[in-house]
């Protein structure tokens, strides 16, 4: 069962246009969330988090939307660079009892110079 | 300071044979999670540590195991190796619960 899924395995976006990669959830329990940037060879990077209390959360060119009632949430990167491509993961988690994330299979986003 | 460090880089292992992976968090950080990539199914989380004690484990087979060290160093095992363990693996720590925890480069381990 695939609690947190990200739909488009795959997105190219031109240099200086928005990139938005959508992420939804089943597991109404989630309450936290985080989207992890990827690049080949490396171990994910932490981009941004949002708590369920919140329905944006901003940091530079990165902003990240929740919608509980849809079990949605999106990244923002706006402008894109090149060197956001990368592939991202968003992750959410529960309070109910100890902690773990459950990850998405991804996103590979494509910023076309 | 020091990222999270994860040792080998890489492993060819062969089927049957079993596998140590080995986890160094940074500094301070008591919470360690170890994670499997594979290409389709995004990062599965295999368990987490916290001070000595699994607190947590995803859905992996008993051939899975793992430990933490008081020094918060953690390893993982993984016992008669099977094709479908070739993965990535990757091992993360936090400070504190529910932080965003930090990855390390990952042990990529392929079985023939």
């Known amino acids: 069962d695939q609690q947190v899924k990200q739909n488009s395995p795959s997105l190219s976006v031109q240099e200086g246009r928005i990139s938005i990669l959508n992420c939804d959830y089943t597991n109404s329990m989630f309450d936290y969330f985080l989207w992890y940037k990827k690049y080949p060879a490396e171990g994910p990077t932490f981009l941004i988090s949002i708590s369920s209390i919140k329905d944006k959360n901003e940091d530079g060119r990165f902003t990240v939307f929740l919608n509980k009632s849809a079990k949605h949430l999106s990244l923002h990167i706006v402008p894109s660079q090149p060197g956001d491509s990368a592939v991202y993961f968003c992750?959410?988690?529960?309070?109910?009892?100890?902690?773990?994330?459950?990850f998405g299979t991804g996103t590979r986003l494509k910023v076309l110079a | 300071k020091a990222g999270v460090t994860q040792t080998p880089r890489y492993l060819i292992k062969t089927r049957g044979q079993q596998v140590t992976l080995s986890c160094s968090p940074i500094?301070?950080?008591?919470?360690v999670s170890w994670y499997q990539q594979t290409p389709g199914q995004g990062l599965q989380f295999l368990f987490e540590y916290f001070s000595e004690t699994q607190r947590n484990k995803g859905n992996f087979p008993g051939r899975f195991s793992g430990r933490q060290f008081s020094n918060s160093r953690s390893e993982m095992n993984v016992s008669t190796l099977e094709l479908g363990d070739s993965a990535l693996y990757l091992c993360a720590s936090s400070l504190v619960e529910r932080a965003a925890a930090f990855f390390g480069q990952g042990t990529r381990l392929t079985v023939v």
């Open positions: 500094s301070g950080h008591r919470s």
């Open positions: 992750a959410g988690s529960t309070t109910s009892g100890t902690y773990k994330y459950i």
